[in-house]
């Protein structure tokens, strides 16, 4: 997989928001803070500002790496509450000049910057799932996209929930993952 840190997710997500900009041709905006990126992310793991983030963690360059940021987003990627997270941080922000940017416009944006790349096709699909196993077993989880989930490499347990799939040959012919398998 290729490895994103939160740091190239920040600039990622201010380039988005300058692509938004740009598309929609909105001239009052001359630049986009990478602080109001940070603290977008902050939002969206939940905190209330992105020095909480940053002093959350004993050092910063744990959280800044893959790590950190796949196991903050794991916790919250099936959240619906994010969405109300992060609209709420931007009305918040709203000194900036950012404020005339439509708030669904930039939530989109920090949701697909925050997605994991796809281990097998690099897709950043908000849609996708984690690999279960990966997940167990403490080993830095892996994420797949809707369409390569469906492919014949991996399947879901019948008795874990919908959000997790295993590499085909961990399910078990009644449908089972390891960890069920023999319980
Ligand atoms: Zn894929
Ligand atoms: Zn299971």
């Known amino acids: 997989m290729d490895m994103e840190?939160?740091?190239?997710?920040?600039?990622?997500?201010r380039k988005e928001i300058e692509l938004i900009v740009n598309i929609h041709n909105i001239t009052c905006v001359q630049?986009?803070?990478?602080?109001y990126c940070y603290e977008l992310i902050a939002a969206a793991f939940g905190f209330n500002c992105s020095h909480e983030m940053?002093?959350?963690?004993?050092?910063?360059?744990e959280l800044l790496s893959l790590e950190s940021y796949l196991?903050?987003?794991?916790?919250?990627?099936y959240d619906s509450s994010v969405h109300d997270f992060i609209e709420k941080?931007?009305?918040?922000?709203n000194g900036t000049n950012l404020d005339v940017l439509d708030s669904d416009w930039i939530i989109s944006a920090v949701q697909w910057c925050l997605t994991p790349?796809?281990?097998?096709c690099q897709a950043?699909?908000?849609?996708?799932?984690?690999?279960?196993?990966?997940?167990?077993?403490?080993?830095?989880?892996?994420?797949?996209?809707s369409s390569c989930s469906r492919s014949a490499d991996y399947d879901y347990c019948r008795r874990c929930t919908e959000d997790l799939i295993y590499p085909?040959?961990?399910?078990?012919?009644?449908?089972?993952?390891?960890?069920?398998?023999d319980k």
């Open 5 to 13: 840190t939160i740091q190239e997710k920040a600039n990622k997500l």
């Open 31 to 35: 630049s986009v803070e990478i602080e």
């Open 54 to 61: 940053f002093i959350s963690r004993a050092h910063k360059e």
């Open 71 to 77: 196991d903050k987003w794991k916790a919250i990627a």
């Open 89 to 93: 941080r931007i009305m918040e922000l």
């Open 117 to 120: 790349l796809c281990k097998g």
């Open 124 to 145: 950043p699909d908000y849609m996708g799932c984690f690999i279960g196993g990966n997940i167990n077993w403490g080993i830095t989880p892996e994420y797949v996209c």
């Open 168 to 181: 085909a040959s961990e399910i078990n012919s009644t449908g089972e993952c390891l960890s069920h398998s």
